[in-house]
């Protein structure tokens, strides 16, 4: 991918800056001209009104140059500001298209660093290169030219200093440039860091972790500074290596200027432009070592971008038209499906097997790394099995639109994500014209009306960002409303309910199958959890073990059939409990 192919939409802006940046060049070597003819001719024959006229044209000559320098910045800022917007778009994208395989193995700290930072550098650089990639090489070899014009013997110090120039400024970037990328690495590992500490700051003071995150820190923070300071001092050799290589040449411009003089075949004055196209070239070879080090820069955290850009997603938003129903008497049905997450070397989902019919409540339960989770991420796609199939009313999960599919299901994550904004538009991410009678309705069934109608402005209270103004049980039900309210096909409650007591959780399942019931038995729903109580009225319940299917049936069936589910059930419930439902 092309990263240059931004800046199309920005042609005309990316061609009239530096255009304006050369006139202005062009003035900038027209001046020691004019400062050689005040000595050489105002000076020498005492002429003033010479001297005032050339020094009307050199002001006129900065005062244009000036508004020529000012049209050229604006131009450059409108194209690379233009131009990291457009990025910045297509990134923000990029990664809302990455399945979640992508997202796992590339990692949040990155992406956030790539479209935040790294953008930031680009544009700094594009900017800069907009307006002096051109206009510092113009100058330098335009200097060297006009020195020619001026006295060929003096100017040939010109052809010496040039290419020596050249070669440190090459030399230290093409050192710089890998380190550059290492420091965009480095940043990523201290956002990581940032990140974590933001997310789970109640768990670090809960367990008092707070020295230890420092340490961790500052150790990631000072790995960062060590490679961004040896980056720089490899950077900091070019000041001194060209001041001294231009210093060297104006030493010898003046001696060998100084004896053409002597000799009368140059006039002091062309001297003095020779001395003047010397310092321009050590003032824009400065601006040009800067340049050249903010380019390395960009053109690491390009490419940085241009891998996320190019990045192939697993499972692509494909126009594909949305298939009939095959089989409706089967909401769901896995076949033989198993799944491996990445790289891992070990399977998470063996062999499942199993239907669920519509209207029908489907209790998924496990020990911690059972595969629950993956089991249920699988039915809106949100990976893709790596064999097997995964079956909606018959029809293969790969062969719907992404959107299609996802619109069928509701899922409530295991962490309760909410939004900034009121409660009324965190609802009506489920259905975005959903009126506030469905609003209402889906908080009653979600056991969150009572204390929603409690608080001041209703469905109008503010929500802080990821609902920190609210408790975690009020969270957990404002996130399953948010699934109701487009009342869904298939609803997955993935372990959205540990925050609430038994009472509510109790009301909340059977609110559900009321809500079933309503729909006329066309809302099938999955229960994950690790509550035995929680699943124990499904209608049928799918027991996990390492990743395997060890039984699928009723809680009574279970408990006389499956030694884990037993296993999990004595483990909550007392003994006689169990035996009673055995029987």
């Known amino acids: 991918m092309n990263m240059f192919s931004y800046l199309k939409a920005y042609k005309k802006e990316s061609i009239l800056g530096p255009l304006f940046k050369l006139l202005e060049a062009s003035i900038d070597l027209i001046v020691p001209l004019v400062v050689a003819a005040i000595i050489d001719v105002g000076v020498a024959n005492n002429d ?14 900065g005062v244009i140059g000036l508004a020529l320098a000012a049209i050229a910045q604006y131009f450059a800022a409108k194209a690379a500001t233009g131009y990291a917007t457009a990025v910045r778009l297509d990134l923000f994208r990029k990664i809302n298209q990455l399945s979640y395989n992508e997202l796992d193995r590339i990692g949040t ?43 060929r013997a003096a100017a040939m110090i010109f052809v010496v200093v040039i290419p020596a120039l050249a070669i440190v400024v090459y030399g230290v970037m093409f050192i710089t440039m890998p380190y550059y990328k290492k420091i965009q690495q480095k940043l990523d590992l201290v956002t990581l860091k940032v990140r974590e ?11 008092n972790r707070q ?117 409706e008497s089967v909401k769901v049905a896995f076949e033989q499906v198993s799944f491996t997450y990445g790289k891992a070397k070990k399977e998470s989902l063996l062999g499942i097997d199993f239907r669920a019919k519509p209207g029908q409540t489907i209790g998924v339960i496990g020990g ?3 595969g629950k989770s993956s089991l249920v991420n699988l039915i809106p796609r949100f990976y893709d099995v790596t064999s097997g199939a995964v079956l909606v009313d018959g029809v293969n999960v790969k062969d719907y639109p992404l959107d299609a599919l996802r619109a069928k299901v509701g899922i409530v994550p295991q962490r309760a994500v909410l939004f900034a904004g009121t409660i009324r538009e965190n609802m009506q ?26 608080m001041e402005d209703g469905l109008d209270t503010k929500i802080l960002q990821g609902g920190k103004n609210l408790s975690g049980g009020q ?26 007591d038994f009472a509510t959780d109790a009301r909340l399942r059977l609110a559900l199958r009321d809500m079933a019931k309503n729909l006329n038995d066309k809302m099938t729903v999955f229960l994950v959890s690790q509550r035995a109580s929680t699943i124990r009225d499904a209608d049928q319940i799918l027991v996990l073990d390492d990743g395997a299917l060890v039984g699928v049936g009723t809680h009574k069936e279970l408990l006389k059939s499956c030694e884990v589910y037993r296993e999990i059930c004595l483990s909550q419930l007392t003994k006689e409990e169990v035996e009673r439902d055995a029987k």
């Open 211 to 327: 020295e230890e995150e420092k340490k961790q820190f500052d150790e990631a923070s000072t790995d960062l500074v060590r490679t961004q300071v040896f980056a720089g001092r490899i950077s900091g050799i070019m000041n001194p290596l060209t001041y001294v290589i231009i210093n060297a040449g104006l030493i010898a411009v003046v001696w060998i200027g100084g004896k053409e003089v002597d000799t009368g075949i140059i006039s002091q004055g062309e001297v003095i432009a020779l001395v003047n196209y010397m310092s321009q070239i050590l003032v824009e070879l400065v601006k040009l070592a800067n340049l050249i080090v903010s380019i390395s820069k960009a053109m690491a955290c390009a490419g940085r971008i241009r891998g996320i850009l190019e990045t192939k997603t697993s499972i692509k938003r494909e126009a594909i038209p949305v298939p009939e129903p095959v089989d």
């Open 368 to 370: 911690t790394g059972s």
């Open 429 to 454: 991410w489920g259905k975005k014209d959903a009126t506030d009678e469905e609003i209402q309705e889906a908080l009653a069934t979600a056991q969150a009306k009572e204390f929603v109608d409690q």
């Open 109 to 151: 700290s990155t992406l956030i660093t790539r479209i935040t930072s790294d953008i930031n550098q680009v544009q700094s650089g594009l900017n800069l290169g907009l307006r002096l990639l051109l206009r510092s090489p113009f100058i330098v070899f335009g200097s060297m030219i006009m020195a020619f014009h001026v006295n």
């Open 475 to 500: 969270r957990q039900r404002l996130t399953i409303a948010r699934a109701l309210v487009r009342k869904p096909e298939i609803l997955i409650l993935d372990d959205s309910a540990s925050a609430l």
């Open 197 to 207: 500490n933001l997310v789970g700051v109640r768990v670090i003071r809960a367990f």
């Open 48 to 61: 003033r009104g010479y001297i005032f006229r050339m020094g009307g044209l050199m002001i006129a000559l």
